[in-house]
């Protein structure tokens, strides 16, 4: 199975040639591979420029958009400018972040697991970060969820899920709409990849309440939204996050935000949510 790999980068000259360093050490090297430069500042073109001299099948596209990072647009526009130079020529697509080092055997398996089963419409490992000396799980999700960092995604999969949704929540609205789909969502727990900046590191004050955005515009209602919210300010530590959250939330529904899937994904969505919510308690 042939994989192409887009990597959409913002001022990642500390990281990204780790990052394609990990790649070129694969075991099963990609067809193609674009980095999508998003108006850095830095030295990151330079550096992919060096990679693309030795390599072929690594490219770099420029693109001019605004510097403020808040999660999901910006990365899936740079996302979808990557994609939109590429060829449909793959059975695998797969978004991955800059600051990561993946194991020499990441793609293999991802491949081995597509080809085990043609229902798999999405599969991908594990995020570690640096603590005390020590690589430690990054556990900001639950295990049977891919990091929007690393998706890879069976090419049939991803047009039918309509690609990546521009809008934070991208990368859960995308394993949803695998569900409604029939689509089965692999994680592995043997590939660990090392995620070198942490999570949001380089977001402004107010992407705090995009979280809650997100999860109005995924057609969760208040009460999921609640515990969701509760759950993830408290695994990342920071208590008062939740009430961002909520806040978030309220603000997109009183502006009548537009919803990431149709009224009848939303039902299918909040059945799963709640299935999922009682599983756990009981």
Not at 37 to 57: H, I, R
Not at 189 to 205: D, F, I, M, Q
Not at 246 to 269: C, D, N, T
Request: charged letters at 25%.
């Amino acid at each position: 199975m042939d994989y192409y790999i887009v990597i959409p980068s913002h001022n990642e000259e500390k990281f990204i040639a780790q990052t394609l360093q990990s790649i070129i050490e694969q075991t099963v090297l990609p067809k193609k591979l674009v980095v999508v430069n998003d108006n850095s500042t830095d030295g990151t073109a330079d550096l992919v420029m060096a990679f693309a001299e030795k390599n072929q099948w690594i490219t770099l596209v420029n693109k001019t958009s605004d510097a403020i990072h808040l999660p999901g647009s910006k990365v899936i526009q740079a996302f979808q400018k990557g994609l939109e130079t590429l060829d449909d020529n793959y059975d695998i697509i797969v978004k991955a972040d800059a600051d990561l080092i993946f194991p020499p055997n990441y793609f293999e398996t991802i491949i081995r697991h597509f080809k085990s089963d043609k229902e798999i419409g999405m599969a991908g490992g594990f995020a570690y970060i640096k603590k005390n000396g020590e690589w430690i799980l990054e556990n900001l999700t639950d295990k049977d969820h891919i990091r929007g960092a690393f998706k890879a995604y069976r090419k049939d999969c991803f047009e039918q899920i309509g690609g990546l949704k521009p809008a934070m929540g991208w990368d859960t609205v995308d394993e949803l709409l695998c569900k409604f789909y029939n689509w089965k969502v692999v994680t592995d727990e043997s590939l660990k990849v090392r995620h070198l900046k942490p999570t949001g590191a380089n977001y402004n004050k107010e992407a705090r309440y995009k979280q809650g955005e997100a999860f109005y515009s995924l057609g969760y209602g208040f009460i999921i939204t609640f515990i969701a919210s509760l759950k993830l300010a408290m695994r990342k530590g920071k208590p008062l996050l939740f009430l961002d959250y909520l806040k978030g939330f309220q603000k997109a529904k009183s502006a009548g935000k537009a919803l990431l899937v149709s009224p009848e994904q939303a039902q299918f969505i909040r059945r799963y949510r709640w299935k999922k919510i009682k599983e756990k308690l009981f």
